[in-house]
């Protein structure tokens, strides 16, 4: 069954610190990743995704991930973190064969402390 | 685009009641999901439908939950009767097309309190 763990349940950085989200996954085959947050009182907005190619996507805000297929890890990190940055991440795991289902890690909260 | 609409935004009721979420999807959109999030549980997928069809119902977590699209633009999650686990955010999710990339837009959420 496909999993997602996200090790962090919180993250404090302080502002302008480069800052790394850990996301490991569970799937048999090649997987469809995705990182997303949720900033307070708000819905989840995609940050980025990866499905084939180059393991380095980037994404909005700055952010960018890494896959790594033998560490079965897809990594957000960015180099330089905002105060606005502040907000919960998630990681998702989606298999071609269901349609549009993700599964979701539980998330970390990132604290950025000026 | 407005993006996907939620209501209400908040909704507070006790054991035992009815309680009906609503969901409008993007425009043009033929997928749509509802998940829960909870601080024990996590976000979980409950139902997705397709061309209003319901797909995948295994997250529902018990009978006294149900949902409907009735046509393309509006989707209900229901509970009946509610009681206080079911106190959690409700997020509805809207996509277009059946690959796996198409990136979900998520609503802001229903936060349901059931005292």
């Known amino acids: 069954a496909q999993s997602v763990t996200q090790p962090d349940i919180h993250i404090t950085v302080s502002e302008g610190a480069s800052l790394e989200l850990r996301c490991n996954y569970s799937?048999?085959?090649?997987?469809?990743l995705f990182w997303y947050v949720q900033s307070p009182g708000q819905g989840l907005q995609l940050l980025l995704k990866?499905?084939?190619?180059?393991?380095l996507v980037q994404g909005i805000k700055g952010f960018e991930a890494e896959f790594k297929r033998s560490q079965s890890s897809f990594n957000l990190r960015k180099p330089s973190v905002h105060w606005s940055d502040a907000a919960e991440y998630f990681c998702a795991v989606g298999a071609y064969n269901q349609g549009g289902k993700l599964i979701f890690g539980q998330g970390t909260e990132l604290s950025v402390k000026p | 685009d407005a993006g996907v609409i939620q209501s209400p935004r908040h909704e507070v009721t006790e054991m035992g009641q009815e309680v009906t979420l609503r969901c409008k999807p993007i425009?043009?959109?033929?997928?749509l999901f509802w998940y829960r999030q909870t601080m024990m549980r996590g976000l979980e997928l409950l139902i997705y439908?397709?061309?209003?069809?319901?797909?995948?119902d295994s997250g529902m977590p018990e009978d006294r939950f149900s949902a409907k699209m009735p046509n393309a633009s509006f989707s209900t999650l229901k509970i009946q009767p509610s009681e206080p686990r079911d106190s959690a955010v409700y997020f509805c999710?809207?996509?277009?097309?059946?690959?796996?990339?198409?990136?979900?837009?998520f609503g802001p959420g229903t936060r349901l309190t059931v005292l």
């Open positions: 999710a809207s996509s277009l097309g059946d690959r796996i990339y198409n990136e979900q837009f």
């Open positions: 439908f397709n061309n209003n069809v319901p797909i995948d």
């Open positions: 990866y499905f084939s190619g180059d393991t």
């Open positions: 425009s043009g959109h033929d997928y």
């Open positions: 799937y048999g085959a090649t997987p469809y």
